[in-house]
């Protein structure tokens, strides 16, 4: 997907660990996300910025913390890993947080994430 | 608190239309939105309901019912390569982010 990229695609990690996964976007949206998704499930909300120096805690926050210093960049960081962190990790982002056809969320390719 | 349902699963077969519908719970919120993903893919947007009523993008419309609590998405002269999950998604009058229907696996056969 053209203007969001998150890094690293895939990553395995022992529990215990930690890890930061980086979401980087050119689009100069104000409003950025990071979802998780589990088999068989849709999204769920895990932290989200209104704009850069800003966070906010979604519907599944515990166990995570983000960062936004820059505009450009959001990172999701896991400071002690568990397996019920396995799941596939999503960036959004969107220009002004009101979605609508003109302002859809733009999603990144994801970040598919293994804890043993 | 925020819900929205899906069905899990609906087959069609190739050049048939299929409907997906989501009912949801919510206090308030600005419209219903609609994605798509394929297996191993990224959520990329197909159609948004701010109002009431039937809005159409090429085979694929959308419809939402706010007396109902309820929204559809309509697929016509389904191919192959709209094999993939269909999401349905709002945005609450609270927080400017997304909240997600579990999701709709949709199998077109030949």
Redesign the interface.
């Known amino acids: 997907n053209a203007g969001v990229t998150q890094t690293p695609k895939f990553r395995v990690l022992k529990t215990g660990q930690s890890m930061t996964l980086l979401c980087a976007q050119d689009m100069n949206h104000e409003y950025m996300y990071w979802y998780r998704q589990d088999p068989g499930m849709g999204l769920r909300l895990i932290h989200y910025s209104v704009g850069e120096g800003t966070t906010a805690k979604g519907e599944v926050p515990d166990g995570y913390n983000v960062s936004r210093l820059k505009k450009q960049n959001f990172l999701l960081g896991l400071e002690s890993a568990a397996p019920s962190q396995t799941s596939v990790y999503f960036c959004a982002t969107n220009p002004y947080g009101r979605t609508d056809s003109n302002q859809p969320q733009h999603f990144g390719d994801g970040t598919r994430l293994s804890i043993l | 608190g925020q819900s ?1 349902e899906q069905p ?1 699963e609906v087959t069609a077969v190739e050049g048939a239309i299929v409907q997906i519908n989501c009912t949801y719970q919510t206090s308030g919120f ?2 219903l ?1 609609w994605y798509q993903q394929h297996d191993g ?5 197909l ?2 309901n ?1 109002l009431d009523g039937l ?1 159409e993008t090429g085979r694929f419309s959308s419809f939402l019912s706010r007396s109902d609590s309820y929204g559809y998405l309509l697929l016509q002269e389904l191919q192959m390569k709209d094999s993939a999950s269909y ?1 349905c ?1 709002f ?1 609450d009058t609270g ?9 709709t696996r949709l199998q077109v056969q030949p």
């Open positions: 929205l899990s600005y419209g939105s893919g990224a959520p990329t947007f159609s948004y701010g809005e999401f998604a945005e927080r400017r982010a997304l909240t997600f229907g579990s999701g």
